[in-house]
């Protein structure tokens, strides 16, 4: 017995040694360089019983190629567009030069077909992030334009294995086909473009191989247009120990694992089910719940009997505290959408009413104004250094993921309730009716975007600009 515990144990930590670089390899800090070609391609997405699927891919794949790297190491990527369309790429989450951010009409000039255009930058912060299309979004993304954007922490947590989940829902027609409706007018003025096929990593319903005993780090990025996704992990007991890339917790949710369109959640799992056994990884955001993929059990005896008692924290965020006494306050009103009570908006610095609005393809205001253009005036303009409360109210029907560029937002209350564990978003999800007020240091000098991240809102006026000089 003694034995086999012993053997377990090396086993464990053999297994740790290979799979993480020790301290003395992650002090070499050799820039990451990589190409990216932005590039039609076809791919099995819903099983072998129909087509390969026409996609647009970074590389070649669903999701895109995996960026990594070590914390401090800087990031050098060509992007290469090989679409029949002009794109750009941003780096969604990471506090990164204006100029790199990727968003073209705003900060660049987009990378026209057969043109290129490279990006440089250091990520500040570890944590689980993603880059995808920041032109014509609803099409891009929903045609695959994504990949995951991991930066490792000097002290990773220890875990026997990583898993990095990307999932996002497609549109399909029953060749497997992606409808091309990508201006669909009732997405726009309700929940946004919700497909009829979730996938995990490209994968409808897959099985997912793991080892009973074996504890995992899974890095969770919504990439759908419009999904927000709640997943239950049956028996399992997830612990909480990022969200949208920065350190919270460690805590267990109470209840499922909420991921509003854009946002991460990284969770560390102990896989506590039998040998051979199988378990279920359901979402029940909505209504009808469904099942998203299986985990399957190998028939090996459990790596370990008990759970390592080894830390799960992810550290602390090092993000700038906001000084909340001599901030900024500004409303930042969501109003429009189905059901939404909005009789008019202004564009252009014009009252338009609402129909004339719709009739433009215009559904959404902020503080009352439809963003119809990227460069637009901005909602609010700080120098740097300052802090700013957001007091932002969803006056619609309808759920807005809200994504500030740039910056990550301490959350400070929902509905008047302090979040139980410390929050920083860079997309806190807003519900119908929902105040939520926010706060961040604007440290960040730039013109940045902050929008809806359901991506047919954005694109009918769900979004400002935030100035920081
Ligand atoms: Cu994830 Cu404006 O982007
Ligand atoms: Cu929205």
Redesign the pocket.
Known sequence: MTNRRQFLKLGASTALAGRFPTAAARSNSEPKSLSLEAVPAAVNLVGDEYPDTPVWTYNGTIPGQQIRLRHGQQLQVTVKNALPQPTSV?W??IRLPNAMDG?AGLTQAPIEPGQSFEYRFTPPDAGTY?Y?A?LN?PEQIGRGLYGALIIEEQQPVIVDRELVWIIDDWRLNKQAVIIDDFDNRHDRSHAGRIGNAPTLNGRYKPTIPVRSGERLRIRIINAANARNFALNLDALTPSVIALDGQPSGPYTPDGAIVLGA?GRTDLIVDMSGDPGSRSKLIDNYYPQPYLLATFAYSDEPPLREHPLDTPISAGTSALPQPDLGNAVKQQVVMRGGAMGGMQRGMLDGNWIDLRELAARGYLWTVNDITAHRLDMPPLLSVERGQSVILEMHNDTAFEHPM?L?GHHLKVLSVDGKPPAHEQWRD?PLLKPRQKLVAAFVADNPGNW?F?C?ILEH?ASGLGALVRVV
């Open positions: 941003h969604h989450g968003v993603w995808h920041h979004t854009s994504h560029h997309s975007l929008h991240h954005h």
